[in-house]
């Protein structure tokens, strides 16, 4: 199972970039970078998922070197709203196996006004 | 949009009781999952569901807990004789097929064990 290293929080203001890395050194060739956001008293949400290079949605977008061995989770001008738990996940999709998509401490994002 | 819903948002039991767990995955979903976070800890598998059985579990999920789709859209967490360490939120998510490409999570329960 690639383990998972992130900050534990950060700070940033309202309508600044914010880039969360995550390390995972023992990425297997076929594990791909999930990255999911949680509120207090929330579920976890879907944010992007990416294998290598740069995946962009309308929430954010996920930069992975060549070497994927670590990831950056990219959040454009950020709100008072995106205040939330960050979590970085690294696992093959295509197992099916949810066990191995383990959730670690996760970032605390907390954006100042 | 879709969503998974879950029932009660709030279950208080005292050590010992047995407590159902209940959740309205996204309707179309095949494959279905319970997580637990204990307050403050980090978010943890504790089993998968498909075609009405058992597809994997974590170490956590002992013969404490069971799984159950009694019909077609309602997936059930129990737990027996709780404890106090099982005092927890509860998520529920599911995914359309197999490929773990983007789990949706319910809302929660949050157990408290008393």
């Known amino acids: 199972l690639a383990k998972t290293t992130q900050p534990i929080s950060m700070d940033s203001y309202e309508g600044q970039e914010v880039n969360i890395t995550c390390s995972h050194n023992n990425i297997a060739t076929n594990d791909y970078i999930t990255w999911y956001q949680q509120f207090p008293s929330q579920g976890p949400r879907f944010i992007i998922q990416?294998?290598?290079t740069k995946v962009t949605n309308e929430v954010a977008s996920l930069f992975i070197p060549a070497d994927r061995k670590s990831s950056t989770l990219s959040l454009p001008r950020v709100s008072l709203s995106d205040t939330a738990v960050y979590y970085c996940l690294v696992g093959d999709p295509s197992s099916g196996s949810a066990r191995q998509l383990t959730f670690g401490s996760g970032t605390q994002l907390t954006v100042l006004p | 949009e879709p969503e998974v819903t879950q029932t009660p948002s709030h279950q208080v039991t005292q050590m010992g009781q047995e407590v159902i767990l209940r959740c309205v995955p996204i309707?179309?979903?095949?494959?279905f999952y319970w997580y637990r976070q204990i307050l403050g800890q980090k978010v943890e598998f504790l089993v998968s569901f498909y075609n009405n059985e058992i597809s994997e579990k974590s170490e956590i999920f002992d013969d404490q807990f069971s799984v159950e789709r009694p019909d077609g859209s309602n997936f059930t967490l129990k737990i027996r004789s709780t404890k106090l360490e099982d005092s927890a939120m509860y998520f529920c998510a599911s995914v359309l097929r197999g490929t773990l490409i983007e789990q949706y999570f319910g809302p929660g329960t949050r157990l408290t064990v008393t």
């Open positions: 309707s179309n979903h095949l494959y």
């Open positions: 990416g294998y290598k």
